[in-house]
């Protein structure tokens, strides 16, 4: 696995945000002093006591995680009922949730994946309903590769050992893809929201999709929110809605639900106006749904840095962040957050009566900036609907 030799290679794969602490001081302390390995003795036995630690940490999750990988692999080409997929479900999310397998885990990233996709397309099937999984070829590509890493001989090989041309290009292969190898197909992650919203947005990817809104102050970010709500929700998505600024018994609560959730959707869309536990109380919700809301990220008096890690952490959960804007036009607490998220939206009060405000995206990975969005007839109002069209 993790060697000195292949250390700034095989790092970039972990998480360090998930490690033990003690890892994270090790972790500071070989970026410090591996210079001095081979010169300094007690730096050589601390290092190499470090990586030992480090590796075992790395295999009590990654030996699941790579039978999990391989039992996925099996199904390609395979008909599957949504028994079979929700058995299989089950015991995947027993595993993380037991921590058999582990964030920081060098498969982390295709678990992640094959757990949103077979949920998706689980959520679809109708009971008794049936699938033939098909892996796209480069991600099929990708998996074989992660399934086949073994662990590397030795904490501290020698600075000696010398890569083929060979072993090089076989390297070379495993790290990079052709241009031409891309697939032409949108991600199979990738979905877009029904109507006007998906116009909007785009097609979204899930993994660490998040998404400010922010603007003038009775500019509808509220009433805009609960829209996305729907819109998420429509899809099968579980949506938490964090209501600080407005009471959830609140009687606006009440009209904006009629107004913007359709009744279908309601089961899937809970809200709250607590914070028990404080900014944990958000953690321990991003573990439990699909989608967070919070109406507004001031309230939670936590530095903006913490959205980002946030972000990161829980890179399943889509999180949509209200912020309110400083009397200067800015956003309270620093900008930091519009330079981590995927999408800007911001909302834009016209006049009094509410009925011209719309959101613009300033920023959009999935789509194009530009569009304007009326809150209040719910539909794109400028022209590059039709140019999407292509009228």
Do not use: C
């Not at 600080?244 to 609140?250: A, N, P, Q, T, V």
Request: avoid cysteine.
């Amino acid at each position: 696995m993790v060697s000195v030799n292949n250390y700034s290679e095989k790092i970039r794969e972990v998480n360090l945000q998930t490690l033990p602490k003690v890892l994270q001081e090790g972790h500071e302390f070989f970026l410090e002093a591996n210079a001095w390995y081979k010169q300094d003795q007690t730096v050589t036995k601390s290092i190499d006591l470090y990586i030992q630690k480090l590796n075992d940490h790395l295999r009590q999750g990654n030996d699941a995680a790579k039978g999990f990988v391989e039992k996925f692999l099996k199904m390609h080409n395979q008909v599957k009922t949504k028994h079979q997929l929700g058995l299989y479900i089950k015991s995947l999310q027993k595993a993380i949730l037991t921590k058999q397998i582990r964030k920081s885990s060098l498969q982390a990233r295709h678990i992640a994946k094959i757990q949103d996709t077979l949920i998706r397309q689980y959520n679809k099937l109708p009971d008794g309903g049936k699938i033939k999984i098909t892996i796209n070829k480069s991600w099929k590509k990708d998996l074989e590769l992660g399934s086949q890493v073994q662990p590397l001989n030795g904490v501290g090989a020698s600075s000696s050992t010398k890569e083929t041309p060979k072993l090089i290009e076989k390297r070379k292969k495993s790290l990079f893809d052709s241009m031409n190898e891309i697939d032409e197909r949108p991600s199979e992650n990738s979905f877009r929201l029904a109507g006007d919203l998906g116009k909007l947005l785009g097609d979204l990817e899930r993994f660490e999709l998040a998404i400010t809104l922010e603007g003038d102050q009775g500019g509808g970010k509220t009433r805009f929110s609960y829209q996305l709500a729907n819109g998420f929700a429509d899809i099968d998505l579980k949506v938490a809605m964090f209501s600080l600024e407005i009471g959830r018994k609140s009687d606006l609560v009440r009209r904006m639900r009629e107004e913007y959730l359709e009744a279908e959707n309601r089961d899937n869309i809970f809200i709250t106006d607590q914070l028990p536990e404080g900014f944990d109380t958000i953690r321990k919700a991003a573990k439990d749904f699909d989608v967070i809301i919070i109406d507004s990220w001031n309230k939670l008096h936590v530095k903006s840095t913490e959205f980002d890690r946030l972000r990161k952490e829980f890179p399943n959960t889509i999180f949509i962040i209200i912020f309110q804007r400083t009397t200067q036009g800015t956003i309270r607490g620093g900008t930091a957050p519009l330079f981590d998220s995927g999408i800007n939206l911001e909302a834009v009060k016209v006049d009094d009566t509410f009925t011209n405000n719309y959101v613009v995206a300033t920023k959009n990975r999935y789509g194009v900036t530009g569009i304007q969005y009326n809150i209040t007839q719910r539909k794109i109002i400028n022209s590059f609907e039709k140019q999407e069209n292509g009228e």
